[in-house]
C-alpha cells in the first residue's frame, strides 16, 4: 500500500482493535500453533528420529531420509507412481474443465443443468461409493469391458488386476472430476469482454488464432491458480487407491500412491520417524513445484490490467 | 442489451446450435452414465448386473438394500456416526472461520498482515505434514477412537480456505455499515453479532455445505482416527463391507454405495448455487 509518511505515522501509532482482533483471532491462533506451526516442526525434528508412538524418540541424524533414497525402493516406486499419476492426471482434468467451460460459455440455453451434470462427479469422486463402482468398471466382469466385447475385444482382461493399466484407471477416474475447475474457468471466461474477440476476428483471427491471443492470455490468471490448487490435490491422493487396491497399493506396487506407503510406513508399521521424513519429502517436492510455478508465472500469467 | 454484448453463439446459425447442444448432452450423458448405471444396477437381480450395460433394471428389486443394510455391519450406527461430526464440523467452521474472517477483514491489531499470509500459506500446505505430530498429540490427550480429533481442529479454523473466502465476502460489504454501527454504540462483537454475521448468510451456506460434504466423504482422517467398528463412519464401513464381500455380491455393494451418495446429491441439489458460487469466487478447492 502506498501510505504517505503521515498516514504510515498514524496506523503505526494505534491499533485501534488489539484486543478484539486478538479476541476474534484466538480460536484460529490457537489451531495455528498448537496443530499447524508445532506440528510442522515436530514432524521435521521426528524424521530424525527412530519413534513408534510408544517408546521416546531416538536420535539417528539423517538415516531416515538416507534409507529413503539410497536403500528404499518402494519409496522411488512410490514417487513414480505419483508423478505419473500427478503429471496425467492434472493436465487432463483441467484440458476436459477449459474444453467443456469454452463450449458452455456460447451462450447455450440449460447452462445450468449442464454445468450441474458435470460438477457432480467432482462432489462424488473422492468418496469411498465411487471407488467400489471403479473396481467394478474396470474388474475383468466389468462395463468396460462388456462395451469393449460389442466391437469384439477380449472379454476377460481385469483392468484394475493389470498391473500395467491399474494406475491409468486411477487417472481416469481423476480426469472424470474436471468439474469444479470447469466451473472456475466459465466463471473467467465470462469475464472476457466479447469486444475483445469481435476486433479480432475484424482483424482476420480465425478460432484458433482467438483462442491463443485473446481466452488464453486473459484465462491465464486461472489456469496458474486451478494448476497448482490441482496438483497440489494430486500429490495427496489416497482414497480412490486405497479402496480400489484393499489398502495394498497393488497389483504389484502399481497404485501404490505416495501417501498410500506414508499411511502404511506411519500408521500400519508404526515407523513414525520413518513417515515424518516420507511426509517432508512430500513437502519438499510440493513447495518446489509451488515455487517453480509461481516463478515461471510473470512469463505466463498476464494479469487484467497490464497491457499485452 | 446492445447487440455487441450478445453472447457469441445466439447469432449462430441453428445447425451450429444443435451442433453444440449434441456435443454438450452427449459429454453430459457419458459423464453421469457410472452413475446411472450403479443405480440401476443395485436395483437389479445380481445376474444381470453382469448381463447388460443398460443402466435400467429389467426386473426391478429393493432386495439389495434390505440384504445389504443388514449384511453389511451395522449401517444405522455409520449414519448417525458421520451425521454427528459432520454436523458439529459445520458447526465450529461457520463460528472460527467466520470470527478469525472478521478479524482480518475489519479489525485493526498488531501484525495482522503477518497472521493473514500465513493464513494463506497454510492452504498450501500438505495434510501429511502435521498428520504423525498431531496423532502424537490426540494419542497423548486419549483422543484416539473418538471423534473429538475430527471435530475439534474445525472449531480453530484449521480450514484456511474457508476463512478467505468469508475474508472476500466481508470485504465486499461497505465499510460504512461498521461505522454506522459503531456510531450506534456497538462494539466490534456486538457489530459481528448483529450485522456481519447475518450479512455473511451466503458464504456461510456455502462453507456449510462444502464443510458437510468433504467431512463426511473424507475417509483418510477417519481412518486414521477411528478404528473400533462402534466408531465407524459411513466411508469406514463402506470400504469394511466391501472387505467382507470382496467382488461376491456387487448389487448390496452398489445399494449401499447408492445410500452413502444420498445425502451429499440431496445436499447438491439444494444448495447448487452456493456451491458452484464458492467454487467460482476461486477461493475453494475441489
Known amino acids: 500500500m502506498s501510505a504517505s509518511p503521515r498516514t504510515r505515522v498514524r496506523v503505526r501509532a494505534r491499533h485501534r482493535h488489539n484486543g478484539w482482533g486478538y479476541l476474534f483471532l484466538a480460536p484460529w491462533l490457537v489451531g495455528f500453533f498448537l496443530l499447524v506451526l508445532g506440528p510442522m516442526a515436530a514432524s521435521l525434528a521426528l524424521s530424525f528420529t527412530d519413534f513408534n508412538l510408544f517408546d521416546p524418540p531416538k536420535w539417528i541424524g539423517l538415516d531416515n531420509y538416507r534409507q529413503a533414497f539410497f536403500d528404499d525402493e518402494r519409496f522411488w516406486n512410490a514417487l513414480r507412481v505419483t508423478f505419473t499419476y500427478v503429471f496425467a492426471s492434472v493436465p487432463a482434468r483441467l484440458a476436459f474443465a477449459l474444453a467443456v467451460a469454452m463450449l458452455l460459455n456460447r451462450g447455450v440455453r440449460g447452462l445450468r443443468v449442464y454445468r450441474a451434470v458435470y460438477y457432480l462427479p467432482s462432489l462424488l469422486g473422492g468418496s469411498v461409493a465411487i471407488a467400489v463402482l471403479w473396481r467394478q468398471l474396470f474388474g475383468s466382469d466389468g462395463l468396460l ?52 474477440y469481435e476486433a479480432a476476428e475484424l482483424d482476420g483471427a480465425g478460432p484458433i488464432a482467438r483462442f491463443r491471443a485473446v481466452t488464453l492470455p486473459l484465462l491465464s490468471p486461472l489456469i496458474f491458480f486451478n494448476l497448482l490448487l490441482q496438483v497440489i490435490g494430486a500429490f495427496q491422493a489416497f482414497t480412490p487407491a486405497y479402496v480400489v487396491s484393499n489398502g495394498t497399493g497393488g497389483p504389484s506396487d502399481s497404485t501404490l500412491f505416495y501417501t498410500l506407503y506414508l499411511y502404511e510406513e506411519g500408521f500400519t508399521q508404526f515407523h513414525m520417524g520413518y513417515a515424518s521424513a516420507l511426509a517432508w519429502v512430500l513437502f519438499a517436492v510440493i513447495a518446489v513445484f509451488s515455487a517453480i510455478a509461481f516463478l515461471s508465472s510473470k512469463y505466463w500469467v498476464h494479469y487484467a490490467d497490464v497491457r499485452s | 442489451m446492445s447487440v455487441l454484448n450478445r453472447p457469441a453463439g445466439t447469432t449462430a446459425p441453428s445447425w451450429r446450435r444443435f451442433a453444440l447442444h449434441a456435443a454438450l448432452a452427449a459429454g453430459a450423458f457419458v459423464t453421469v452414465y457410472p452413475l446411472l448405471w450403479m443405480t440401476g444396477s443395485s436395483l437389479k437381480p445380481e445376474n444381470e448386473i453382469f448381463g447388460g450395460s443398460s443402466p435400467v433394471p429389467g426386473n426391478p428389486t429393493t432386495e439389495h438394500y434390505t440384504e445389504g443394510w443388514s449384511a453389511g455391519g451395522d449401517f444405522g450406527t455409520y449414519f448417525l456416526n458421520s451425521l454427528t461430526i459432520s454436523v458439529l464440523a459445520v458447526i465450529g467452521n461457520v463460528l472460527a472461520c467466520s470470527m478469525a474472517a472478521y478479524a482480518f477483514a475489519r479489525l485493526d491489531f498488531r501484525f495482522r498482515k503477518l497472521w493473514f499470509a500465513l493464513m494463506l500459506a497454510t492452504i498450501m500446505l500438505p495434510y501429511h505434514a502435521v498428520l504423525i505430530p498431531q496423532y502424537f498429540l490426540f494419542h497423548e490427550l ?145
Not at chain 2, 449401499?256 to 458460487?277: A, I, R
Request: one cysteine or more; glycine letters at 6%; a negative charge.
Open chain 1, 145 to 196: 469391458n462388456h462395451f469393449l466385447s460389442w466391437f469384439g475385444a477380449d472379454t476377460g482382461h481385469s483392468w484394475i488386476a493389470d498391473p500395467d493399466t491399474s494406475l491409468l484407471t486411477m487417472i481416469v477416474l481423476a480426469a472424470w472430476q474436471f468439474g469444479s475447475p470447469m466451473i472456475i474457468f466459465l466463471a473467467g471466461l465470462r469475464q472476457i469482454p466479447q469486444e475483445l
Open chain 2, 142 to 286: 486419549g483422543w484416539v477412537n473418538t471423534i473429538l480429533p475430527l471435530v475439534i481442529p474445525k472449531f480453530l479454523a484449521t480450514d484456511a480456505f474457508f476463512v478467505f473466502l468469508m475474508v472476500q465476502f466481508i470485504r465486499s460489504l461497505p465499510p460504512e455499515l461498521d461505522q454506522a454501527a459503531a456510531i450506534d454504540g456497538c462494539n466490534p462483537f456486538q457489530t459481528y453479532r448483529r450485522l456481519i454475521f447475518p450479512l455473511l448468510r451466503p458464504a456461510l451456506v456455502t462453507t456449510a455445505a462444502f464443510t458437510f460434504i468433504w467431512t463426511y466423504e473424507d475417509f483418510f482422517s477417519q481412518l486414521v482416527y477411528l478404528n473400533d467398528s462402534s466408531q465407524y463412519t459411513v466411508p469406514l464401513g463402506l470400504r469394511m463391507f466391501l472387505n467382507s464381500m470382496g467382488d461376491s455380491s456387487y448389487g448390496q455393494l452398489f445399494a449401499m454405495s447408492v445410500l452413502t451418495v444420498l445425502p451429499v446429491f440431496v445436499l447438491f441439489v439444494l444448495f447448487q448455487k452456493h456451491l458452484v458460487e464458492g467454487i467460482s469466487t476461486g477461493s475453494v478447492k475441489g
